[in-house]
């Protein structure tokens, strides 16, 4: 069974303020691949990233980084000096080798303030 | 490149009336996916296609509810009779897919929000 934890419901922030958005992912799976996707208040479902189990190298796009670590579990998402457009929910996702089903976690709505 | 294109982007309906959902895959994708989003139950797994054949279609919530895919660039989710508890938002999803992989990313569609009276 495969299981996906964002245990933060809603966080709000200060615009130009960093913050860490966390995921935490169960599986029995050695070879298993995260995702998150961003969902404006507009709706649509946007593809941010994907990783698979065997590439723990930190990766930075732009204001984005993601944290993954093995050893807990984890598939962080950090937004540096925020802007009112990263406002959204965040979702963190969990598939596996050889299965196409995603397991989504619940979503954080992230808000920020101008 | 045209991302996964669905229709109507709205639909308002009452209840008992039949409800039809379409959704074309990005160009070249091999597998195709239905979900449903609602506050309580988050985002669900209704059924997933891979080379227009229904893989897994366990998600589908009960016999009201049927999926088709008779091409490669067109799939339908129909409800039959639709009942207020079925008001979501319906995402359409495609991937390149492949039997082995698991490793492809799912894009998304804009999505149809159904509201049933």
Known sequence: ?114 | DAGVIQSPRHEVTEMGQEVTLRCKPISGHNSLFWYRQTMMRGLELLIYFNNNVPIDDSGMPEDRFSAKMPNASFSTLKIQPSEPRDSAVYFCASSLGGRRSGTDTQYFGPGTRLTVL
């Open chain 1, 1 to 114: 069974a495969q299981k996906v934890t964002q245990a933060q419901t809603e966080i709000s922030v200060v615009e130009k303020e960093d913050v860490t958005l966390d995921c935490v992912y169960e599986t029995r799976d050695t070879t298993y691949y995260l995702f998150w996707y961003k969902q404006p208040p507009s709706g649509e479902l946007v593809f941010l990233i994907r990783r698979n189990s065997f590439d723990e190298q930190n990766e930075i796009s732009g204001r984005y980084s993601w944290n993954f670590q093995k050893s807990t579990s984890s598939f962080n998402f950090t937004i540096t000096a925020s802007q009112v457009v990263d406002s959204a929910v965040y979702f963190c996702a969990l598939t596996t080798f050889g299965n196409e089903k995603l397991t989504f976690g619940t979503g954080t709505r992230l808000t920020i303030i101008p």
